[in-house]
């Protein structure tokens, strides 16, 4: 069973910062797109980034130059270094593996995080 274990969420302050992880196995990093999405209270999931196995980055709009997404191949963990956080960051933040003609998409349980003063 696929397992996609998520750490990293918390209450922030506007500005400040927060580094959220995602672990999953070797034979899912090593070949699956992986990326984080978000879900707010009253909206939908929506894509906040992604990386490829190959190492390119896909952003929204809303957080290009805020938030960093990174892979480390060592450690089958995947990275959100998410800086100048806004209190419209705050929401679920769920880790995603998928990639096309393969089993998935697999998602991880959420985070939680709040940006509020």
């Known amino acids: 069973q696929v397992q996609l274990v998520e750490s990293g969420g918390d209450l922030a302050q506007p500005g400040g910062s927060l580094r959220l992880s995602c672990a999953t196995s070797?034979?899912?990093?090593?070949?699956?797109?992986m990326g984080w999405y978000r879900q707010a209270p009253g909206k939908q999931r929506e894509l906040v980034a992604d990386?490829?196995?190959?190492?390119?980055?896909t952003y929204t709009d809303s957080v290009k130059g805020r938030f960093t997404i990174s892979r480390d191949g060592a450690k089958n963990t995947v990275y959100l270094q998410m800086n100048s956080l806004k209190p419209e960051d705050t929401a679920v933040y769920y880790c995603?593996?998928?990639?096309?003609?393969?089993?998935?998409?697999?998602w991880g349980q959420g985070t939680q995080v709040t940006v509020s003063s």
């Open positions: 995603n593996a998928q990639k096309s003609g393969f089993r998935g998409p697999y």
């Open positions: 070797g034979s899912i990093f090593r070949i699956y797109t």
């Open positions: 990386i490829t196995a190959g190492g390119t980055t």
